[in-house]
């Protein structure tokens, strides 16, 4: 059974020599010479692949993969967009992958073509872009090749909000009258900037307390991502397994900034990550990273070469363009009747009774808790920290992508926040887990769709119930 988001890191050299984990696989790298294979610059060779792939008429998943030389500093290796091979595909004829690289170099999409579900295994041959780079072996005979599943979100209009009275005073965005007051659901259908206001046809909020709820104000600039246009979000959360690879990644002085596990009472909370004869191991890789803060998340995103999401982005990955219903859960209806994922006793996220992620189709996603676009867990394991709308420095957000490069174990986007401060930018959407026994409500494990209580509050950098998930626009 797959269970989370999976990345799969190879610290690989030219003898072939693997670590990996989770069922995204990375396997038997290698860097190949002039005289290897192709007549090119350097290239590298790996196998990939990964289960439940698909591609129908509604969108797709894929794999954002991207690249570390060896060594710490400046080290993501930029790639060529050209002359790439599929030398191997060892899951049928059906199964043609598209490769499409980022404008930047820095990475690049998989995933299958049209018309298929599946599984999907092959091995690649990649070009690095090497102009202005002194690349010496030692940077190759580490190169390590990453992995991050993602689902690609079309672009096109939907619907914000809840159609439920009691979604006023849960934060929830709506079609303002000329007094403020909800007068239906509002309609995102561009990218064009608008204007938070209580003035008949705009986008509007109820908000008690503006640190929580919002400051009910500012223009949301053309730059800042709506949701309209085409972006790609990570199918499942940030794992245990896959920040325990990012923090071994990191020069030593970093891991002090980036490596909150020491907390009293963090192994008894879900927490797995342990340092080990100076490498962070986790024995439960594929358990999503509790205890993450913003800050945490930006440092992977920008490493990772990808960004974090807006919470506008968050209601459209959850909801797609269906209308709302009241009180909406992200799989499509308001009960938990069919409901066969959750948080164990253990604290493993699993599917249960048999279920198989294989068997997910359109009309049982609320038995996995899938969304529309069948990104799963966006409610019900930990809450989704996502760029507000609800202040000033949320909206000064333009979605730029990380260079792979951090500074001081930081990210350094200029657009993105920089703290987790109580006002820092952004906000939580779709609940969280806190602990077993604990009855349902609106935010402990799962919150509506459209309610956002929570959705500028940046404060509780650290806990059980606090995850993260990023994303890359498509273009």
């Known amino acids: 059974m797959k269970k989370y988001l999976l990345l799969c890191i190879v610290l690989a050299c030219i003898c072939g020599q693997t670590l990996q984990a989770t069922d995204l696989k990375i396997t038997n790298v290698r860097t190949l010479n ?13 196998d990939i692949q990964w289960d439940n792939a698909w591609h129908n008429q509604k969108n797709h998943d894929a794999v954002w993969v991207f690249m570390k030389y060896n060594g710490y500093y400046n080290n993501h290796v930029k790639l ?21 690289f980022s404008e930047d170099g820095l990475g690049f999409f998989i995933y299958p073509q049209k018309n298929y579900r599946g599984s999907m295994n092959f091995k690649l041959q990649i070009l690095i872009d090497t102009e202005g780079k002194d690349i010496d072996r030692n940077k190759l005979t580490g190169l390590s090749v990453y ?29 303002s009258d000329s007094n403020g007051e909800p007068d239906g659901l509002i309609t995102i259908t561009s990218e064009q900037a608008f204007t938070v206001a209580p003035t008949a046809g705009s ?28 972006f790609y979000i990570m199918k499942y959360e940030l794992t245990q397994g896959q920040y325990a690879a990012f923090l071994n990644s990191l020069p030593d002085t970093d891991t002090f900034k980036r490596a909150a596990i020491s907390g009293r009472t963090y192994q008894d909370n879900r927490g797995t990550i342990t340092l080990v004869n100076g490498v962070y191991k986790t024995n439960t890789p594929n358990r999503p990273m509790n205890y993450i803060s913003f800050t945490d998340g930006l ?33 499509g209806t308001n009960t938990y009747t069919n409901l066969e994922r959750y948080v164990d006793s253990s604290g493993e996220l699993i599917l249960a009774n048999n279920w198989d992620e294989s068997q997910l189709n359109d009309d049982n996603r609320d038995v996995f808790g899938a969304s529309y676009y069948w990104v799963m867990d966006l409610s019900g394991s930990l809450w989704e920290k996502v760029i507000t709308i609800g202040n000033p420095i949320g909206r000064e957000f333009k ?41 349902y409500s609106d935010f402990n494990p799962h919150s509506p769709i459209g309610y956002r ?23």
């Open 34 to 46: 002039r005289t290897e294979v192709i007549n090119t610059p350097i290239s590298v060779m790996f």
């Open 80 to 100: 060529l967009p050209k002359d790439y091979k599929v030398l191997v595909n060892r899951s049928g004829a059906a199964s043609q992958p598209t490769i499409e």
């Open 147 to 175: 992995g991050l599943e993602m689902v690609y979100i079309p672009q096109g209009p939907f619907t914000l909000g809840s159609p439920d009275p009691a979604a006023k005073e849960k934060a929830a965005f709506y079609k």
């Open 203 to 230: 986008l509007y909020y109820w908000s008690r307390n503006p640190m929580y709820n919002g400051d009910q104000k500012g223009t949301i600039p053309e730059d800042f991502p709506k949701g309209y246009e085409a």
């Open 299 to 331: 440092a992977f995103s920008d490493w990772a070469a990808i960004r974090p999401i807006t919470e506008l982005e968050y209601e459209k990955a959850a909801r797609g363009p269906d209308k709302p219903i009241p009180a909406e859960f992200v799989w």
């Open 399 to 439: 979605g730029s992508h990380g260079d792979g490069s951090l500074r001081f174990g930081s990210a350094t986007n200029p657009d993105w926040p920089t703290s987790d401060n109580e006002v820092g930018g952004f906000g939580y959407r779709g609940g969280g887990y806190y602990e077993m026994g604990t009855p």
């Open 453 to 475: 209580f929570y959705g500028a509050w940046s404060g509780g950098p650290h806990s059980i119930a606090y995850g993260y998930r990023g994303g890359r626009s498509s273009h």
